[in-house]
């Protein structure tokens, strides 16, 4: 009997997810060329290849070294009106509270300007803890101060998502055998995740993407949570209605399983990979949550008995009896009845440091005080070349000089 094949997933030397550098420039200026192309710093932004709620992601071209990235646009002004409903919808933004709460706010940005990067402080600190094959990788944040964008420079997954799902219309589907390879790949990622205290909560083909080697990688953490360590419970629904799951969709709904949820949401995502739509369509979306926690799930005669059972066991409507990512691991169809392994989890999910409240805070740093080191030794040079004429001796006698040079040098230390 010959032993398992292994997929492209699986690997037998161990992986090592050192954190990722995430450069953050603040003062980022934008520009246009005589073609009518905007520039971001050394970024020229081309076409488009993607919209979103919040912004546009671009195809850009580093200018420097030519190499090819997906940056997303986004705008501060409406990021800033979603926090704001955030608040409100949170609680602490109810009768006085909500005007106390907002004048604290405001108080706080007199006393110091407000780090535009701040607005997306949530996904940077994410991303700065994770480094996965199945992961979108983010390079640099960039913000122009006179403008109303931030830029997020992502690494660019040439063959785009995974694939579009339209309410009214069926996409092409995928072979079994090619929505396995690109399932447990998915599996990977999110397990990765979950193995981090981090859930995703927006599971869906938009936010899968192929790259030109045909790799699945995920994206979108805008929406993901952090939890305290061994405890996934989350009290607030996220995501996209069509991909939540039933115990989600029902109103005070209480404490749930995000690591549940994320599972019902790649149980979704395999459905449309096998049939080219979602297993509930509607465009009310009170009509959409009845059908995902009532309505039956149609399935066809052409998919096998092992993929027919994976289904009912991934979407599950009971959370507490849905199949979980270690039996996943075991289900016959994900293994081909024997004949192909994964990665095992120990590879797999090297633990990143838990991400404090400290961290979210500092997950921008103001390079401001770069810029004050810089004036500072640009001014000890200018005050050099200008004694570069007198002898050592001479400066030595000039109490002033000796004063001016150690001011400079403290100013420098800051």
């Known amino acids: 009997m010959s032993s398992p094949s292994p997929s492209p997933s699986s690997s037998s030397a161990r992986r090592h997810h050192s954190p990722p550098v995430i450069r953050e420039t603040l003062g980022a200026t934008t520009s246009e060329t005589k073609e009518g192309l905007r520039k971001i710093n050394n970024y020229l932004l081309k076409k488009e290849i993607g919209r979103g709620a919040f912004g546009t992601v671009h195809l850009g071209i580093d200018e420097i070294t ?36 907002l004048g604290v706010h405001n108080r706080q940005q007199q006393k110091e300007p407000e780090n535009p990067l701040n607005l997306i402080r949530g996904e940077m600190a994410v991303l700065k803890k994770l480094n996965h094959p199945h992961i979108v990788r983010l390079y640099e944040v960039l913000d122009d101060p006179s403008g109303d964008s931030i830029y997020m420079v992502f690494e660019m997954m040439h063959q785009g998502v995974l694939m579009t799902i339209e309410v009214d219309q069926v996409a092409t589907p995928y072979t079994p055998d090619v929505a396995r390879r690109y399932f447990k790949e998915m599996m990977l990622g999110i397990e990765y995740l979950h193995a981090n205290d981090i859930v995703h909560r927006d599971i869906k083909p938009d936010n899968l993407l192929l790259s030109k080697e ?25 995501g996209s209605p069509a991909f939540m799951a039933p115990e989600l969709c029902v109103a005070k709904h209480g404490e749930v399983s995000g690591k549940a949820a994320d599972i019902w949401s790649m149980g979704v995502t395999l459905y449309c990979m096998i049939f080219g739509k979602t297993p509930f369509n509607s465009t009310n979306i009170l009509e959409l949550y009845e059908m995902i926690n009532e309505a039956s799930i149609e399935y066809n005669d052409t998919i096998d008995d092992d993929l027919l059972d994976l289904f009912h066991k991934i979407l599950d409507r009971n959370p507490d009896t849905r199949i979980t990512m270690k039996e996943l691991r075991e289900h016959p169809w994900i293994t081909n009845n024997g004949t192909e392994t994964m990665l095992s989890e120990e590879d797999n999910c ?35 070349r200008s004694l570069s004429q007198k002898s050592l001796n001479q400066i030595m006698q000039d109490p002033d000089e000796v004063t001016v040079v150690k001011a400079t040098e403290e100013l420098h230390i800051e």
């Open 350 to 384: 090297d633990i990143v440091s838990e991400v404090t409240e400290e961290e979210m805070n500092n997950a921008i740093k103001s390079i401001a005080s770069i810029f004050a080191v810089i004036k500072a030794v640009s001014k000890f040079k200018r005050h050099s």
């Open 214 to 238: 045909d790799v699945l990688k995920i994206v979108d953490f805008g929406v993901s949570e952090m939890f305290v360590k061994g405890n996934d419970r989350l009290k607030k629904s996220a």
């Open 66 to 101: 030519q190499n090819e990235y997906a940056i997303k646009e986004f705008s501060k002004s409406r990021l800033r009106k979603k926090e704001q409903m955030d608040l409100f919808r949170s609680g602490r933004g109810r009768g006085r509270a909500r005007m106390t709460g």
